[in-house]
């Protein structure tokens, strides 16, 4: 089955940088459009940027300019490289592949278990 195992979250300070790695099994990486969301307690998850089928990608607005998606097809390895850290930015980060329907709109089939990441000022 497929199994997304998400690593790289932990503490940093306001300014700082990390980048979540996400290793994925059980499909054949590439084939699917992939992602990574956030959430905080009491909001709803929020797509904080996508990689698509078609190769392009997209960002929230908040985080333009400061995080980069990026896959290694070798390692089948999703990315998010996450730069000027604002404490806004804490919250669980999750990896998610295969979208159903649209391809690049559609809602992702599966889900890693998330990463925690902690900015504080």
């Known amino acids: 089955q497929v199994q997304l195992a998400e690593s790289g979250g932990g503490s940093a300070q306001a300014g700082g940088s990390l980048k979540l790695s996400c290793v994925a099994s059980?499909?054949?990486?590439?084939?699917?459009?992939m992602g990574w969301f956030r959430q905080v307690p009491g909001k709803e998850r929020e797509l904080v940027s996508s990689s698509n089928v078609d190769g392009t990608t997209n960002y929230a607005d908040s985080v333009k300019g400061r995080f980069t998606i990026s896959q290694d097809t070798a390692k089948n390895t999703l990315y998010l490289e996450m730069n000027n850290l604002k404490t806004d930015d804490t919250a669980v980060y999750y990896c998610a592949a295969c979208r159903q329907g649209a391809p690049t709109t559609g809602p992702f089939r599966f889900w890693g278990q998330g990463t925690q990441v902690t900015v504080s000022s």
């Open positions: 059980g499909y054949i990486f590439g084939t699917c459009g």
